[in-house]
């Protein structure tokens, strides 16, 4: 079955918000701190968790990525010193990333630059309607591609 004519009109402004949205990011963060948006998005979850470690595979997880993408992101944060791995004292066979003090002054110094750009790029169009209502649209879709709740989200309340 078609789409309808609304439906069809969403998706392809949604499908653009997609396909855009990451170039932008990744302009900005580029430019301004050398880094790939999802290589700040690595250190921004490493930052938020306790002791500033999480488990590669739960790592994984939160960002949305495979283990062999994780693994080959975190070896490039590793040499730049941003990023440690370890093995995990709870599990032998597992590995643990844990954000460095480089790492997270280099997440502090980016994060600015980020949420201008996040403001800028996304929300300086909305108002608070529009806010609350893409929080609730993003939800719902949430819902369905991810039932399970594998990707963790941080800001929840």
Known sequence: MWLTDDELRAWVRF???VQLLPGVLDTQLQRDSQLSHFEYYTLAILS???GRTLRMTGLAARTNSTLPRLSHVVTR???RGLVARTEC?????AMNATLTD?????VVAAAPGHAAQVRD???AGLDADD???LHRISDAILERIDPEGRRSLPYEG
């Open 15 to 17: 499908i653009g918000v």
């Open 121 to 123: 790029s996304v929300f």
């Open 48 to 50: 938020e968790a306790p």
């Open 131 to 133: 806010v609350a209502h």
């Open 102 to 106: 480089d790492g997270w002054q280099t």
């Open 89 to 93: 004292p709870e599990d032998r066979r």
């Open 77 to 79: 944060l590793e040499k």
